[in-house]
């Protein structure tokens, strides 16, 4: 690193303890998967210096804590090896833990570590919320278990989430005020790994709004852009406060609220969640989107209980398309790779939507090597004034916007406004001038959301587009997005539902036609009584295609099966679960299986407790009943239709190879002969 700079010295200064050096976080970050607060909690602790040689020592030490403390996860068996060698060992590593209902404890698991029945005491899950939802990074302790008689060999002797353990806001609020903005905002842009004299002030800007859901309860934005752009590096990387999650996650029970464990979802213990790769959330239950749309809206919804909660909602994701095409064109908007479940509804509640594609590509060009804040020290500030500090007050008392502003274009301005006064402003002055700008960005980024709703609604719901504030000198100024100010299709979009010479077509008639085409949609897709007979040697046959069509609007499955024994036979049985949960209405699944002398029952009702926790995430519950003296194979659905399959669920071949095609995709492998006849209970199959 070169010689010390303004700010390097200003922030040593003003923040003694609380800085690093961030070039040092590059050099151990390259081969490792450890988050970015965590490796600088680290480097907190052995290098928080500016003398070289103190810094080379603590870099040395670093480097013999992460290859001692920190386990891959092809190293799970050696790792298991030590602590049963050592008698203990610590580990620093994400901690999870479950409460199993059957056995009525809970157990823990490290990520890379390899055991799911790790004993954990209470103390530590009852001080820790999200060690329950979602985990924490920490530095764990692991025991070796000598008692052969208990059914775990280790136990969690003592764990330490890795974050501050104390923070002062006054302090740093007060230490704030020895900077002029524009260097905070350059101390922030260092602490997220940046180097701001390589970005301009607009994009700068755009980062900081990244930043807003940490900040800012009930904040829900969208950014979508090209890859390789840091979108989801703040939420996985960044906060221990932030939780990041793939869309085939985004079920009302992970999200909101498990009605089987009676337990708030991730909403409830972290300040932002956030969605990567948004354009593949895959809903299967409507109700989740709903549900969304409330909380969404005012931070509450009710699933029985009503429940109130903080959580941001962030939507991050790629756009593959031109964005100078699609806002010239009169077919495509600028929120073309988000799936159909998300509506208009959900959109016009996003407070911003950030040009991605305005960011610069993740490169070592853009990397700052001089020192910013730890990262660890900089979430805490955040979640500090995300729980305790309200701005809101504030900016409605100065802010002026335009007759075009309506109610959530409104609320959404003002939430990214007070959002930059708490992450640029934490001491609570900010000048007029600085004030503007931030209002101006706001209404910029709503525009952009109202924009994109406008193109796609056929009337004029959002048609008052042309957002403005009043300036302190009392101008009206109205706000526009750089890259659709001067494209037409976007200003004045044309409208879908007008026929030939422009005359609307007669809504009562419209409605009547669409209703007339459901009905009929409806008729020709109703499932009708089948009876066939699957070959030996046939393929495509899996259990969606054959109980799909019939679990339509069925709540409650019942399975009769009694060769559920052997290790292919549930995941068979796993396979005919996750059917059932891709109908989106199963909320119950009964089985009814059997047993001989040589089945292993610990086993089988291990693997069917372990699903039996799984389908818990998704509000599904199963029933496990065991019958020795039961025969019969059958399925039976509370929407009337029965489905019997001669063999059962195991009418598959065993595969030659488990490489060869159809060993994982049932529809490609090859069956036993069988029979199925599927029938209304009403009225059973002719012989």
């Known amino acids: 690193m070169t010689a010390l700079d303004a700010l390097d010295r200003q922030l040593i200064a003003a923040f003694d ?13 390259k081969g490792t998967n450890v988050p970015t607060f965590v490796l600088e909690f680290l480097l907190a602790r052995f290098c928080a210096s500016d003398n070289q040689a103190e810094i080379d020592v603590g870099m040395e030490a670093v480097l013999a804590t992460l290859q001692d403390n920190y386990v891959r996860p092809d190293e799970a068996n050696a790792a298991q090896s030590k602590v049963a060698t050592k008698g203990k060992h610590q580990f620093i590593d994400k901690v999870h833990v479950r409460f199993v209902e059957k056995e009525k404890r809970h157990w823990a698991s490290l990520e890379n570590f390899n055991s799911q029945r790790i004993a954990v005491g209470e103390k530590f899950y009852r001080d820790n919320d999200r060690l329950l939802e979602g985990g924490i990074w920490a530095e764990v302790t692991l025991a070796h278990n000598e008692i052969e008689e208990d059914p775990y060999a280790f136990y969690i002797e003592e764990l330490r989430p890795i974050q501050l353990s104390r923070f002062d806001f006054e302090q740093y609020a007060q230490a704030r005020k020895s900077f002029t903005r524009d260097e905070w905002l350059d101390a922030i842009m260092r602490s997220v790994g940046l180097e701001p004299s390589k970005l301009s ?5 755009h980062y900081i709004a990244r930043l807003a859901p940490l900040v800012e309860p009930n904040y829900n934005y969208i950014e979508l852009g090209p890859r390789g752009t840091g979108k989801s ?3 996985s990387e960044f906060s221990p406060y932030a939780t990041l999650i793939s869309g085939g996650q985004a079920t009302k029970a992970t999200l909101f609220y498990n009605n089987a464990r009676r337990k708030v979802g991730l909403v409830g213990y972290w300040d932002t969640v956030a969605f990567d790769e948004v354009g593949g959330i895959k809903v299967r239950d409507p109700d989740t989107i709903q549900i969304m749309k409330d909380f969404m809206a005012n931070g509450r919804f009710s699933r029985g209980v009503e429940v109130i909660a903080d959580a941001s909602l962030s939507f991050v994701g790629n756009i593959d398309l031109s964005v100078n095409q699609v806002v010239n064109s009169t077919e495509y908007d600028l929120f073309q790779p988000l799936p159909p479940e998300l509506d208009l509804a959900v959109m016009d509640r996003f407070a911003a939507y950030i040009p991605g ?9 853009f990397l700052t090597s001089r020192y910013g804040f730890i990262t660890d020290y900089l979430a805490e500030a955040f979640h500090f004034q995300f729980k305790h500090t309200n701005r809101y007050e504030e900016v409605s008392r100065r802010i002026k916007l335009g007759k075009a502003v309506e109610g959530r274009d409104e609320k959404g301005i003002k939430k990214t406004v007070a959002a930059f006064l708490k992450i640029l402003h934490p001491d609570g002055g900010s000048s007029d001038e600085e004030f503007e700008e931030y209002v101006a960005y706001a209404v910029e980024c709503r525009r952009r959301v109202k924009e994109q709703m406008n193109k796609r609604k056929p009337d004029d719901e959002f048609a008052l587009i042309n957002l403005s504030y009043v300036a302190v000198s009392g101008t009206e100024v109205v706000v526009y997005c750089p890259e659709s100010k001067d494209a037409l299709a976007t200003q004045e979009p044309a409208r879908s539902g007008i026929d030939e010479i422009g005359a ?15 009905e009929t949609a409806l008729v020709t897709d109703t499932p009708q009584e089948k009876h066939f007979t699957i070959l030996y040697g046939d393929t495509g046959h899996s259990y969606e295609t054959i109980l799909g069509p019939y679990l339509r609007g069925a709540k409650e499955v019942t399975i009769e099966d009694p060769y559920l024994r052997q290790q292919h036979q549930i995941q068979n049985f796993v396979r005919f679960c996750e059917t059932c949960i891709k109908s989106g209405t199963v909320k119950t699944i009964n089985l009814v299986s059997s047993y001989n002398d040589k089945t292993e029952l610990a086993d089988m009702s291990e693997k069917l407790e372990d699903l039996k926790q799984s389908l818990l995430e998704s509000d599904v519950i199963l029933n496990i009943k065991l019958n020795p003296n039961m025969h019969d194979r059958e399925i039976r659905l509370d929407n009337g239709w029965v489905i019997k399959i001669g063999r059962g669920l195991d009418f598959y071949q065993r595969p030659g190879s488990w490489f060869e095609v159809g060993a994982n995709d049932l529809s490609l492998r090859k069956c036993l002969e069988t029979k199925v006849d599927i029938f209304r209970a009403a009225s059973p199959p002719m012989a």
């Open 17 to 29: 303890g609380k800085v690093v050096r961030k070039d040092l976080l590059h050099r151990i970050k």
């Open 201 to 205: 002030k607009r994009v700068k800007l």
């Open 233 to 235: 590096y703040f939420f």
């Open 357 to 365: 594609w305005e960011m610069p590509k993740n490169s070592s060009e």
């Open 504 to 518: 609307v077509k007669n809504p009562s008639e419209q409605h009547t036609a669409e209703v007339q085409a459901a």
